[in-house]
């Protein structure tokens, strides 16, 4: 680790929800534009080891890293912001640091020693400390997930303190505070954030700064309230009001000088802030004239009542990135597939759209309407883009209802299908057989070989690879033949051509039909949108 290094924890007050991971991500942005070398961490207080055996309904995508870690959302947005891939030790929950700890002390890691929480807090400590030195970084922006006063988080809230105490001048705190404007009252209240403020208070720790999330900014009354009462200066009271674009949040932050304040709170020598090729995408991103309308047609939709998208959140950003590339603006329609099962006419409203995209997911439920969606778009040469699971269903529909295998299917669904044109990975049979679900899958980044001349390989302009993965199921090696020969092209596959890693139709038959085994999502980043989600927003553009 350098000497001096800086450590920066955001931490949440009054509720969850209010933006700290886009806070959080955009306080790295600003950080690395002043040239400075950043590491991004996001702690998340529950017990899973990692996010992958999490529900997505209930938790949101689960985003997956090079390395095939399975990690939370906000990892997502810190890769998107920062235009960098992280690393597992960027990320780390309550389960994992458990887990290693009881491990070692079941192996006599400890020598005998009594393992208390104590031992807990400092193997957090190390944590951070190790995350610091392996990216050889000025500063640690680090996350602490959920709010204050929770009992869940207290672990990594008083790791943060102790390296407060050991190095004073180099540790800041940061928390993001919602003040509220209950409808009948019409007035900002400020109590809540006071509150929140005394309770970490109670912890030992002062927060040096208050981003103050509202509806509406922040006045001066309120302002100074803030400080008065909880011993923050009033430059240290950052009013943060609701925006538009997640990605103004930098430079929102910018016009109040947040950057120029970090350096100086820490200690460090100032830096010009460089947000020219953001600010650019930040533009592109409000400037859209035209609209290219697309369907997604998922199943992770529903949670009580309302209509949640968080489970596709890096497929919702890729296919804005690419539409922002491509001067337009992008309007996502979220269709569930049980809808195509109880009402199969249904499916012909997909003509309507500009584009269609399947995800990827699990399990039975909304398969069949998914295949019908699938049908339908390629019958109509309705653009079509197919990820993971999106682009196992295009192999089935195909060999379905054009190379005549009629019961074709994934042995996800029919274990004893006569045509398991997608069928489990060997080593993927013994992982579920013996009951083992998490972090088993074939994950993270792998390369793919593309096909010259082929729809994808044109797309890219490359003919290697990298992309992340995280599937137990693969193109059955045995049906390989019999589907190229009615028509369908496989133009990216593993570099020993074994693996299918995009299937697609040719140019000629369908105007862009495209399945990638992978999640291209992954990678998409404002900066660096996603080739292939731009050639399917140019192809969707078309159509229109
Ligand atoms: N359920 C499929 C598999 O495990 C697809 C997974 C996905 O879409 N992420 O292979």
Redesign the pocket.
Known sequence: MKKNHKYIFVIGGVMSGVGKGITTSSIGTILAAKGFNVNIIKVDPYLNVDAGTMNPTEHGEVFVLNSGLETDQDMGNYERFMNRDLNNGDYMTSGMIYKHVIDKERALGFGGRCIDADTIRDEIIHRYETAARSNKSDISVIEIGGTVGDYQNIMFIEAARVLKVKNPENVLFIMVSFLPIPHKLGEMKSKPTQNAIKQLNSYGIQTDIVIARSEKPLDKKRKEKIAISCNVPAENVISAPDIESIYDVPLNFEKDKLGDHLTELLGLKNRPTNLKDWSAFARKAKNGKHTVNIAVVGKYFDTGDFVLSDAYVSVIEAIKFSAYAAGVKAKLTWLNSKHFETNPAKVKELANYDGVLVP???GETGIKGKLRAIEFVRGNKIPYLG????M?LAVIEFARNVAGLKDANTT?IDEKSKNPVIDIMEHQRKHLAEGRYGAS?RLGAYPCKLKKGTVAGFAYGETRVSERH????EVNPTYIAKLEKAGLVFSGTSPDGKLMEIAELPKEKHPFFVGTQF?PEFLARPLRPHPLFTAFIKASMKKK
């Open positions: 990827g997911g699990f990820l993971c699971y999106g196992q996800e899958m995280r599937h137990r199921y999640h």
